[in-house]
């Protein structure tokens, strides 16, 4: 496993088991849903939800801004956000 993807599972890991002072807004929780989604399956597919579906809109939406990173961009992405957020928290 490259350390990219080894560190990319570490910080997934943190921010699934977090616990404590850690609690991120609804704006973070989209960001580090949308880097994963992009890390883990690439560009955005599928329709387009609804407008009352507004919680999986706002999914598609964030996941959609990330169209055309890498793979390898979004996990660096989703690591250096979670090490800026660490480095915050103490």
């Known amino acids: 496993m490259s350390d990219l993807k080894q560190q990319f599972?570490?910080?997934v890991?943190?921010?699934q088991n977090a616990e404590g002072d850690f609690k991120p807004s609804?704006?973070?929780?989209l960001e580090m849903y949308a880097l994963f989604k992009q890390a883990s399956e690439g560009d955005?597919?599928?329709k387009k939800p609804g407008m009352m579906d507004f919680v999986?809109?706002?999914k598609y939406t964030a996941w959609e801004a990330c169209k055309g990173?890498?793979?390898e961009?979004?996990?660096q992405?989703?690591?250096n956000r979670i090490e800026e957020l660490k480095s915050k928290n103490g």
């Open 56 to 58: 999986n809109r706002a």
């Open 44 to 46: 955005v597919s599928g």
């Open 13 to 15: 890991n943190y921010v």
């Open 69 to 71: 990173q890498s793979s």
């Open 73 to 75: 961009e979004a996990m």
């Open 77 to 79: 992405n989703y690591i």
């Open 26 to 29: 609804n704006e973070l929780k």
């Open 9 to 11: 599972e570490e910080c």
